[in-house]
């Protein structure tokens, strides 16, 4: 197997509808990681591996039930030529039952070399996908997209703002909500006064000690009255 020697990320994402994911790809951190040379991102349109008139990649399901089905062949032609040419860490599917996207899968991932990205579509993927091509299988939450286009996007924006470089202040990411187990505290800027609503005096103080004492006080105040889920281990 050809070894890819580059030490940037690289992410694959293989899609049905690939159009979907041309905005949230280039914009913001994420095309300014690509710029900078941090990570490498390249959308797959899957009917390039179809064999089948028109480029068909989904059926019927043999059960009979209404929908169609991803089909596994272009899915397995493609994969197989991308491993070919280097190796995954991991072979993502998009579903709606697998483990859902926190921050601490995030950071796991951003540690990864090259990913693999399968966007779900239709009424679903044939099982042998599943079962012999997916090393995870990631939700961001409990409802119903179009396809998994969308959650590939979050998962690549998730993973690659944590890459060295990709934000300008480092410590940004570090403070981020989640990055402690709890929410951020609330953040204000100029001017100290609008239309008579002040920002807290500690916050003009100067005294950094006292504004991180009030900072947690508040994250943990924040989080147990609007994420109380997430202090159940603290």
């Known amino acids: ?14 899609s049905v509808m690939p159009e979907a994911l041309d905005s949230p790809l280039h914009c913001s951190i994420l095309q300014r990681a690509q710029d900078k040379g941090l990570v490498e991102i390249h959308v797959h349109n899957l009917r390039d591996w179809s064999l089948r008139k028109h480029r068909k990649v989904d059926d019927y399901p ?53 990913i693999m990205i399968l966007c779900g579509h239709y009424k679903g993927v044939d099982y042998r996908i ?14 119903v ?20 470089g990709a934000i300008g202040d480092e410590q940004s990411a570090l403070s981020d909500s989640f990055q402690d187990g709890l929410l951020e505290a609330p953040v204000y800027t100029r001017p100290a006064e609008f239309n ?16 991180d004492e009030w900072k947690m006080e508040q994250a943990i105040e924040r989080t147990r009255r609007l994420r109380p889920n997430l202090l159940k281990d603290k």
């Open 196 to 211: 008579g609503w002040k920002v807290p005096e500690i916050l003009l103080s100067g005294n950094q000690a006292k504004i």
């Open 1 to 14: 197997m050809a070894e890819d020697n580059n030490d940037k990320m690289r992410i694959d994402i293989l």
């Open 130 to 143: 599943r079962e012999h091509l997916i090393t995870r299988e990631i939700s961001i939450g409990d409802y």
């Open 62 to 114: 043999f059960s009979g039930n209404a929908g169609m089905v991803m089909q596994i062949e272009p899915v397995w032609r493609c994969m197989q030529e991308l491993q070919s040419q280097r190796h995954y860490d991991e072979v993502i599917f998009t579903s709606p039952d697998g483990d859902i996207l926190d921050q601490p899968m995030a950071n796991t991932l951003s540690l990864a070399k090259n």
């Open 145 to 164: 997209l179009t396809g998994g286009e969308l959650p590939a996007a979050v998962i690549a924006d998730a993973v690659v703002r944590l890459l060295p």
